[in-house]
């Protein structure tokens, strides 16, 4: 085989290639962004107003453990944390789940 008929043959496979690249590229439908509002989130540090908090009196239905000495657990922005003495937040356990709606009335 020549050598002008080696780049031709490299030219053709190249365009072929090209063209099927694009056409997988290029014919994909257009995607939506899917955009979530941003939910707030309980953050280290803050000190909660005590009409914001639900605190936990019996920590075993939450799968906790007795909370350490000056601390006590609560439910803040539907998560699990727990609070000093002073009611900073000085840890974020984990989201709660949402509460099963009851089928009876």
Sequence with gaps: MSRNMRIVVVLVLAAILA??????????PA???V???QT??????DTPSA????IITDPG???VATAP???????HMGHLVRLNDAGKI????????KAPVSGRR
Excluded at 69 to 75: D, T, W
Excluded at 90 to 97: M, T, W
């Design 31 to 33: 995607v939506a962004q």
């Design 19 to 28: 063209v099927g690249i694009g056409q997988r590229h290029f014919s994909r």
């Design 90 to 97: 000085i840890s974020i356990l984990r989201p709660l789940p």
């Design 51 to 54: 009409d914001q908090l639900t």
């Design 69 to 75: 000495r000056n601390s006590h657990y609560a439910v």
């Design 35 to 37: 955009t979530t509002p």
């Design 40 to 45: 707030q989130l309980p953050h280290v540090g």
């Design 61 to 63: 239905r939450y799968g």
